[in-house]
């Protein structure tokens, strides 16, 4: 028996201030989402922005439904947009953000695990790394450098 390391390393930064231009930029970009996803059941607001290969940026936003289940995550919403419309277009970058009702969320918001998933299929697809970024509504910023540095030991298709 031995120990391994799964590799997952990430990188903090101060604020979103911290950012470059570009990422900051992102950043907003999900900000701005998430100040309009719908969410009336949780009050919990998510934005998440794709930078894509030509600079383009695509927004998504949790939509949530009566019937609970049916919602949808922002991330999700986000890449299936990318997916569905621009399925040749490579996605860069990946920011995500939240906003809640009930509370100043002041550390970072990460995808669930059904949104690293489905992140994942399209990051192996393209062969290119997806940045991705992700903080509350104030404070820390996260940035890991890849979406399967966030999910060890992965299912794709290669094992299909
Ligand atoms: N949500 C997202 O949009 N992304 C995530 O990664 C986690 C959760 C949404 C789903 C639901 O509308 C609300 O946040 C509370 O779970």
Redesign the pocket.
């Known amino acids: 028996m031995k120990e391994i390391n799964t590799g997952t390393s990430a990188f903090i930064f101060q604020d979103i201030d911290e950012l470059s231009t570009v990422d900051k930029n992102l950043m907003e970009a999900a900000i701005q989402a998430a100040k309009n996803?719908y969410?009336p059941?949780?009050g919990?607001?998510?934005g998440?922005a794709l930078l894509m290969d030509d600079n383009s940026i695509i927004i998504g936003?949790?939509?949530?439904n009566a019937a609970y289940p049916s919602?949808?995550?922002?991330?999700r919403v986000a890449i299936w947009k990318a997916g569905s419309s621009y399925p040749n277009k490579k996605v860069k970058k990946i920011a995500?953000t939240?906003i809640s009702s009930n509370k100043k969320l002041d550390k970072p918001?990460?995808?669930?695990g059904a949104?690293r998933q489905t992140l994942l299929e399209y990051e192996v697809n393209q062969k290119e790394a997806m940045e991705i970024f992700f903080m509350g509504e104030i404070g820390n910023v996260v940035k890991a450098n890849s979406i399967a540095s966030l999910l060890p030991f992965s299912f794709d298709s290669s094992y299909l």
């Open positions: 996803a969410a059941y949780s919990f607001s998510v998440a936003n949790n939509q949530e919602g949808m995550c922002a991330e995500i939240a918001v990460g995808p669930c949104c």
